[in-house]
């Protein structure tokens, strides 16, 4: 979506653009794609005359997101950390913890992630990685309800489509990206 620059060098015209995923694709990860996207954005120069062969990054992750712990929480547990999380990460982790850019997408979180939430979401640490602590803000039991629903989101991703693998109601109706 940015606007490209022309210009001569030595008398040869170069085109230079700035590409990424651009526009409303970024804000979408499909299933697949992994926890977060491949580096795409990118400076491209075109010159005329030029041969160089543009190489394409990898695309696409083997392994759809599923949730990797089990964790017992009610319907109204999950429901609670749907609404904390849309009032506390989403705009970092995407709606609907569906991350559309560098920040990891909480769908695919590791065993040993979630093993470390709390420490991670209460006690800071990934801090110096651009995680805040949210100590101020959230109790260790709304950071569980957090997880709940993060979970419950991983397993409606990784549930083929038309399943009823649906942890609130809102799942129920919405896309299991
Ligand atoms: C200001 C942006 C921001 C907000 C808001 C935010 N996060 Fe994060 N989060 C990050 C970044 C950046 C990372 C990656 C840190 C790293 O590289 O280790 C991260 C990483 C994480 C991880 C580790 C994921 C992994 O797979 O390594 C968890 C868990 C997490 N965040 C949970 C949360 C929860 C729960 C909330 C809401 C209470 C939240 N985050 C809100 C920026 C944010």
């Known amino acids: 979506m940015a606007p490209p620059v022309t210009y001569l060098v030595g008398g040869v015209q170069h085109i230079t653009v700035m590409v990424g995923w651009g526009g409303g694709a970024g804000l979408i990860?499909?299933?697949?794609?992994?926890?977060?996207k491949?580096?795409?954005g990118r400076i491209l120069t075109f010159a005329i005359g030029g041969n160089a062969k543009l190489e394409v990054p990898p695309f696409g992750h083997k392994r759809p997101p599923s949730p990797a712990i089990r964790m017992k929480a009610s319907r109204e547990t999950v429901r609670q950390g749907k609404f904390l999380y849309a009032a506390f990460c989403f705009t970092c982790h995407g709606v609907d913890a569906v991350a559309g850019s560098g920040?990891?997408?909480l769908r695919y979180a590791s065993a040993e992630v979630h093993q470390q939430?709390?420490?991670i979401v209460l006690g800071g640490a990934r801090e110096s990685r651009g995680m805040p602590s949210f100590k101020d803000l959230l109790k260790a039991e709304q950071v569980r309800a957090i997880q709940a629903y993060v979970l419950s989101r991983a397993a409606a991703s990784a549930a083929p489509p038309g399943s009823k693998v649906a942890a609130t109601p809102s799942q129920a109706a919405g896309t299991p990206h």
């Open 29 to 36: 990860n499909p299933p697949g794609m992994g926890p977060t």
């Open 117 to 119: 939430f709390e420490a």
């Open 103 to 105: 920040i990891p997408d």
């Open 38 to 40: 491949p580096g795409f």
